[in-house]
């Protein structure tokens, strides 16, 4: 037993060397290997390796090394990468923002801008806007509006190119006369009569329609927008013709305006006896600038001091040639009064706009423009709309502007009430929660919300509302003095249109003298509140077109407060002128009437008197004097004293002795000299 044990633990310890030496002769050859590799190593690529896997750690070895590493970022490798990613994104807004800036240098100023919203357009602060109009004599706050030339040198003076064009009328309009679709439909005409006025624009439409406007209109012009619908026979069928008659007065600019905008034909009236005036220029201007199609109509045929080839050389001057003449206008000799021709020029009409292929789509959301808007004290806000496109449904929700409402009621023309309207249809609308602004653009949406939403977007400034400090601020910006006189006014009528044309006639009225200065203006009647503003404030309250109640009348007369009623706006500006005049202080001519030398000075209690000889002319009681000595002027003052012997006389004559006392007690010497003038008050003019 004991030699089998024996022979076993030889055999394991046999096997345990065996695997020692294995497992050594194994080391051996590793290290044999690694030496091998080490010996082949390029130290170029082992480098490379080496900064590989300590990418991380910091490699000195020079002092430049250590500058370099307290210049880098010793942060983590994801840090770093986020690092990267910010730079980058940094980059590209950098980049963005020039591109930005460079597009960002053109704006369009195309209506007045209050300052804050100035400074929001151009991204320049406020403060820095109304200290450079300060520095030149204009003082505005941050709510003041100022008109596009003001704005335009503003932007002018930070580098901006600055664009007066607005293309939104425009492209609003295209839409309209491209309509195609399967479901659109021929609709009717608007057509616009512009001229000037007294030319018989209203006399026409009365012809037209078998009426007599021109006596129920007060002053015999007309100071509104008139819409009338008529039907007429052309080709045996009766074709619907829709007539917008336009103030012919200068101060109704924006009026003609918009009726022009909104208008598929030109009637132009002139008168042949007349020929072309201010506003058929005007009216010219606007149908070249639009590229309008027109007809012109040579009114008044049936009087005896015309001259037809003069109007027709006038047109031509201005590019519009007769066909007779081998232009491309039609001219129509008519008569309103005499209704000469006038089935000549409505089948003229009929037979243009035939060719203009007018279209519409009733099965799409009503979109038209804002004619006129006014508040009226049983119905609310009234506007008067055209639809160009579209049909106009109770309960549609509208929008214009900054304004929306739910349609509630509808009236024609002819003052009946509408369920639906279709295109081309003038239209009385009740429904909108504030006042539209009058030449603005509405169209139909869906909801309450897409509304909120439109007006978000727009950035139309209410003009209406603010015109009063618009006028205010442009006759600061032009006649800003320190002691000049103020008119203050307070402005009621019945449309904004109105009260639009009244404010660009105050702008007319000269305002060196006497600044007018608007505290409100509103459509609408006059408030217990306006009277008590009137009070406080020694302003003058304007009603225009509006009725005013007793109760108002009689607390105007308590409180002092000068209340004027007008129904024409010549009679409201020849008020307002003369009112503006008797403000002027005198002014006065000297006209020279004598001279005379001081020979003695007495000296009595009421103080000295001077011995005079009249030289030349006379000397006058309460005459205005100028003393002179060595040839200087050294006082003024009047005569309030003139004696002849012990007599008080009115007047002495030349070559009489006198004595003189002046209104300040002057200390008299001899030899001064006096020249004597009489004061001749001058007419006072704006």
Not at 476 to 483: A, F, I, L
Not at 494 to 502: E, H, K
């Amino acid at each position: 037993m004991s030699s089998i044990d024996e022979t076993n633990l030889n055999l394991d310890v046999n096997l345990k060397l065996d695997k020692k030496t294995k497992n050594l002769l194994k080391q051996d050859n590793k290290l044999k290997l690694k030496k091998k590799r080490v010996s082949n190593i390029n130290f170029e690529h082992q480098e490379d390796d080496f900064k590989k896997k300590h990418k991380n750690k910091i490699i000195v070895k020079s002092k430049d090394d250590l500058i370099n590493i307290s210049k880098t970022s010793l942060k983590p490798n994801k840090y770093k990468k986020k690092e990267k990613f910010n730079q980058n994104q940094i980059q590209n807004i950098e980049t963005q923002n020039l591109e930005v800036n460079n597009i960002s240098k053109s704006i369009v100023i195309n209506q007045p801008l209050s300052i804050e919203q100035l400074s929001l357009k151009l991204q320049i602060p406020a403060a820095e806007i109304i200290t450079g109009l300060f520095l030149k004599g204009i003082p505005v706050t941050l709510n003041q509006i100022v008109d596009v030339s003001i704005a335009t040198q503003i932007a002018q003076q930070y580098d901006f190119i600055v664009n007066n064009k607005s293309e939104n009328n425009i492209d609003f309009e295209n839409k309209f006369k491209t309509i195609t679709s399967s479901t659109s439909i021929n609709r009717a005409p608007i057509i616009t009569i512009l001229g000037h006025v007294d030319h018989g624009k209203t006399s026409l439409l009365d012809t037209i329609r078998n009426t007599n406007l021109v006596v129920k209109e007060r002053g015999g012009i007309t100071q509104s927008i008139g819409a009338y619908e008529v039907n007429w026979l052309y080709n045996q069928n009766y074709k619907k013709l829709v007539f917008l008659d336009t103030p012919g007065h200068e101060a109704f600019s924006n009026m003609r305006l918009r009726c022009s905008r909104v208008a598929d034909l030109i009637i132009l009236i002139v008168a042949a006896d007349d020929g072309l005036k201010p506003q058929t220029i005007e009216a010219i201007e606007y149908i070249l600038s639009m590229k309008l199609p027109c007809i012109v109509a040579i009114n008044k045929i049936d009087k005896l001091d015309i001259n037809i080839i003069r109007v027709k050389e006038q047109l031509a001057k201005y590019n519009l040639v007769s066909e007779d003449w081998g232009g491309d206008i039609n001219c129509i000799e008519i008569s309103a009064l005499k209704k000469i021709n006038i089935d000549k020029l409505l089948n003229r009409v009929c037979s243009l706009v035939d060719s203009l292929h007018l279209k519409a789509d009733p099965m799409q959301f009503a979109q038209g423009s804002i004619l006129e808007a006014y508040l009226d004290k049983k119905k609310g806000v009234v506007a008067n709309i055209i639809i160009r496109n579209g049909s106009l449904n109770i309960g549609d929700i509208i929008v214009s502007g900054k304004v929306y409402g739910r349609v509630k009621r509808m009236k024609d023309s002819c003052g009946n009430i509408l369920v639906t309207a279709e295109p081309s249809s003038i239209l009385e609308v009740l429904g909108f929660n504030s006042m539209p602004q009058a030449g603005l653009n509405f169209e139909v949406v869906q909801s309450e919300k897409e509304a909120k939403r439109l007006i978000a977007e727009t950035n139309i400034i209410n003009i209406q509302s603010n015109v009063s400090n618009l006028l205010d601020l442009r006759l600061k910006s032009y006649n800003y003095k320190e002691n000049i006189k103020i008119l203050n006014l307070i402005l009621r009528a019945d449309t904004q249109g109105t009260i639009d044309a009244i404010i660009n006639a105050f702008m007319q009225i000269p305002q060196n003298k006497v600044q007018l200065n608007i505290l409100t203006s509103n459509s609408g009647s006059i408030s217990d509140t306006d009277i008590d503003l009137a009070s406080n404030s020694h302003a003058l309250i304007i009603a225009f077109n509006i009725n005013i109640s007793t109760n108002i009348l009689s607390k105007a007369e308590k409180a002092n407060v000068h209340l004027c009623q007008f129904s024409i706006i010549y009679d409201l500006l020849d008020y307002v002128q003369n009112y503006m005049i008797d403000l002027i202080d005198p002014e006065y001519s000297k006209i020279l009437i004598g001279k005379a030398i001081v020979q003695t000075v007495f000296y009595i209690q009421k103080g000295a008197i001077a011995g005079c000889l009249v030289k030349s002319g006379k000397l006058k009681k309460d005459a205005l004097i100028h003393i002179y000595r060595n040839n200087q002027l050294i006082h003024e003052s009047i005569i309030v004293s003139l004696k002849r012997i012990k007599d008080n006389v009115n007047e002495v004559n030349a070559g009489n002795e006198c004595g003189v006392m002046c209104q300040d007690n002057y200390l008299w010497q001899s030899q001064d000299i006096i020249e004597a003038y009489e004061l001749d008050e001058k007419p006072k003019t704006l």
